[in-house]
């Protein structure tokens, strides 16, 4: 599993690193677009290669905040295929969307990537807080 570390200034920094990783290490953006604020929608639609022919891993990131009550994360879902123009919600056959938690600060992040999946891991504060995406 490929490896990198750094530092983010906050969550949407952080999913343009990890979009800038993914894609160093061979997998696909299907469809990157980054908010010019921090409460702007920003979202990523990837695709990993898979380990053979047909065995390809679709994931999107849509990020959220409401700077209201301070919360700011990762949407997170897996699809069995990309169409390009389909909305987050509506790709096909969407898993359950789950939410990564992470703020609008610095934070020292981990990125793990293979063919078939990826691993976030975020400190905030004085937590590690983590994700898994594919297979």
Not at 8 to 31: E, I, M
Not at 33 to 47: C, E, I, N, Q
Request: hydrophobic content about 40%; charged content about 15%; some cysteine.
């Amino acid at each position: 599993m490929a490896f990198t570390t750094g530092t983010a200034t906050d969550y949407r920094d952080l999913l343009d690193k990890l979009h800038t990783y993914l894609v160093a290490q061979g997998w696909t953006s299907n469809d990157f677009a980054l908010g010019a604020t921090l409460t702007d929608k920003s979202h990523m639609y990837v695709t990993g290669p898979g380990q053979a022919g047909g065995e390809e891993v679709n994931i999107s990131i849509e990020a959220d905040a409401n700077s209201g009550s301070n919360a700011y994360a990762w949407k997170v879902c897996g699809h069995t295929d990309y169409i390009d123009g389909l909305p987050f919600s509506q790709q096909p056959n969407n898993s359950p969307v789950h939410y990564f938690l992470l703020w609008p600060n610095t934070m020292t992040y981990w990125f793990y990537v293979n063919d078939r999946r990826f691993i976030v891991v975020a400190k905030i504060g004085v937590y590690y807080m983590s994700m898994y995406a594919g297979f």
